[in-house]
């Protein structure tokens, strides 16, 4: 009795223990003096740690806190097309990220995120508005069904669950839609991922004159991982990616975008990411790639661009990506260091979702981006990124581009980006 009316006021968790210690004075294991002295230093015990302030409903098994935050300085120069001007700016910027992950049994769990800022590829928020406060934004609202140990479905606005690079798909953008996840593993070597996607990519209105037609993004992948030797690691994982066409005016995006009322038109997407892992000894290494033809790419220019004739010599419908990565910033005292180059055609990739700091998210460019790491605690990492881009195709006549001039504005760019990170 003792015990029950110490532990009434604490949470449901910790009156597990007066339970214990009631059954252990009925079996006459403990005296009732001795189970009020246990008592007593287990209340004590839980209002000196704290233990009561966090309750979780009956229905969550378990939840996972996380957050972090990186404060950037970055430095950008673009030159214009034609011998055009060079406008260079700089900027300091801060992006806050703050989410949960529930569990509420073997089969279904749920995330929530809060980020800062509103487009899809970035939650950078500018800062240097006279101290003007930030603005909270979901970034994640996702709920997960594995009804068998090889099969997960989610639905909601989720992360990216294919396998790929920022060539294709910008690495702050989240999906939003159908996602189902089957995997298999057929030998210790081997193991076999099929991920496919129904992606609600614009809401149109219906009684719009044009482009009133909902726009769908289907995506599917099937991904092979093959241990082809002890610690070396074969990735690849075709795929392709089609959008049902029509408008993107609603589209929210940091970068130089693409806006028509048919701007999601002819885009049908052969890819082809992978890569080979060695993870043996003190420095993993990766060699990696990225591919995407547009097999559309001749009647977007034609068609959804209206470039005129004159100038469709820009119609290149591959876009591809090599690099190399060595070492891996986990822990205290880990570094990184990650160079690739790309090829962007003009018709190749969508450019409302493909990097947006790379050559500021235009086409037609090429370049090279060098990113490196280090960790200073277990929780704080410094990093660095370098952007430098130009013409894929020199000097088009951006007047003869149709509605394609908005997203080949730049002959080429320089881009620096310092961050400091920080978990908690």
Same mark, same amino acid.
């Given at each position: 009795?003792?015990?029950?009316?110490?532990?009434?006021?604490?949470?449901?968790?910790?009156?597990?223990?007066?339970?214990?210690?009631?059954?252990?004075v009925?079996?006459? /294991?403990?005296?009732?003096?001795?189970?009020?002295n246990?008592?007593?230093?287990l209340?004590?015990?839980?209002?000196t740690?704290?233990g009561?302030?966090?309750?979780?409903a009956?229905?969550?098994?378990?939840?996972s806190?996380?957050?972090?935050?990186?404060?950037?300085?970055?430095?950008?120069?673009?030159?214009?097309?034609?011998?055009?001007?060079?406008?260079?700016?700089?900027?300091?910027?801060?992006?806050?990220?703050?989410?949960?992950?529930?569990?509420?049994?073997?089969?279904?769990?749920?995330?929530?995120q809060l980020?800062?800022?509103?487009v899809?590829?970035?939650?950078?928020?500018?800062?240097?508005?006279?101290?003007?406060?930030?603005?909270i934004?979901?970034?994640?609202?996702y709920?997960?069904?594995?009804?068998?140990?090889?099969?997960?479905?989610?639905?909601?606005?989720? &992360?990216?669950?294919?396998?790929?690079?920022?060539?294709?798909?910008?690495?702050?953008?989240c999906l939003e839609?159908?996602?189902?996840?089957?995997?298999?593993?057929?030998?210790?070597?081997?193991?076999?991922?099929?991920?496919?996607?129904?992606?609600?990519?614009?809401?149109?209105?219906?009684?719009?004159?044009?482009?009133n037609?909902?726009?769908?993004?289907f995506v599917?992948?099937?991904?092979?991982?093959?241990?082809?030797?002890?610690h070396?690691?074969?990735?690849?994982?075709?795929g392709?990616?089609?959008?049902?066409g029509?408008?993107t005016?609603g589209?929210n995006?940091?970068?130089v975008?693409?806006?028509?009322?048919?701007?999601?038109?002819?885009?049908?997407?052969?890819?082809?990411?992978?890569?080979?892992?060695?993870?043996g000894?003190?420095?993993?290494?990766?060699?990696?790639?990225?591919?995407?033809?547009?097999?559309a790419?001749? &009647?977007?220019?034609?068609?959804?661009?209206?470039?005129?004739?004159?100038?469709?010599?820009?119609?290149d419908?591959?876009?591809?990506?090599?690099?190399?990565?060595?070492?891996?910033?986990?822990?205290?005292?880990?570094?990184?260091?990650?160079?690739?180059?790309?090829?962007?055609?003009?018709?190749s990739?969508?450019s409302?979702?493909?990097d947006?700091?790379?050559a500021?998210?235009?086409l037609?460019?090429?370049?090279?981006?060098?990113?490196?790491?280090?960790?200073?605690?277990?929780?704080?990492?410094?990093g /660095?990124n370098?952007?430098?881009?130009?013409?894929?195709?020199?000097?088009?006549?951006?007047?003869?581009?149709?509605?394609?001039g908005? /997203?080949?504005? /730049?002959?080429?760019?320089q881009?620096?980006?310092?961050d400091l990170?920080?978990?908690?």
């Open positions: 009795m003792a015990s029950s009316l110490l532990f009434a006021p604490i949470s449901p968790a910790v009156a597990q223990d007066s339970a214990l210690v009631d059954a252990l009925r079996k006459g /294991i403990l005296s009732s003096g001795e189970a009020e246990i008592t007593s230093d209340v004590r015990e839980y209002q740690t704290g009561g302030k966090i309750e979780l009956n229905h969550v098994r378990h939840l806190i996380y957050g972090d935050a990186r404060l950037r300085y970055q430095w950008d120069q673009q030159k214009a097309q034609a011998g055009g001007a060079v406008s260079p700016s700089n900027k300091t910027r801060v992006r806050l990220c703050l989410g949960g992950e529930y569990t509420f049994s073997d089969q279904w769990s749920a995330g929530v980020l800062t800022a509103t899809n590829d970035s939650a950078n928020q500018n800062i240097g508005a006279g101290y003007g406060k930030f603005g934004n979901v970034g994640l609202l709920l997960n069904w594995r009804p068998a140990d090889w099969l997960s479905l989610t639905a909601g606005r989720q &992360r990216n669950p294919f396998y790929t690079t920022d060539l294709v798909w910008d690495g702050d953008i839609g159908l996602v189902q996840v089957a995997a298999w593993k057929p030998g210790d070597s081997l193991s076999l991922t099929l991920t496919t996607g129904q992606l609600y990519f614009a809401d149109n209105p219906e009684n719009a004159a044009v482009g037609v909902d726009v769908w993004q599917e992948q099937a991904r092979l991982d093959w241990q082809v030797a002890p070396v690691t074969v990735t690849l994982a075709p392709v990616s089609t959008m049902t029509g408008s005016l589209i995006t940091s970068a975008r693409y806006l028509t009322a048919s701007g999601a038109d002819n885009l049908n997407l052969l890819l082809f990411p992978g890569e080979v892992r060695y993870d000894g003190t420095l993993p290494l990766k060699f990696y790639w990225d591919f995407a033809y547009n097999t790419g001749a &009647r977007r220019v034609q068609q959804t661009f209206a470039v005129a004739p004159s100038q469709r010599g820009l119609d419908s591959i876009a591809w990506l090599i690099g190399v990565k060595a070492g891996r910033a986990r822990k205290k005292g880990d570094w990184s260091v990650d160079v690739n180059f790309r090829t962007l055609g003009l018709s990739v969508d409302n979702l493909s947006g700091d790379f500021a998210g235009n037609n460019q090429q370049g090279i981006k060098v990113s490196g790491q280090y960790r200073f605690t277990d929780s704080v990492t410094g /660095i370098l952007f430098s881009t130009w013409s894929y195709k020199d000097d088009p006549d951006v007047a003869a581009l149709g509605n394609a908005g /997203i080949v504005s /730049i002959n080429s760019q881009l620096v980006e310092f990170q920080w978990k908690f």
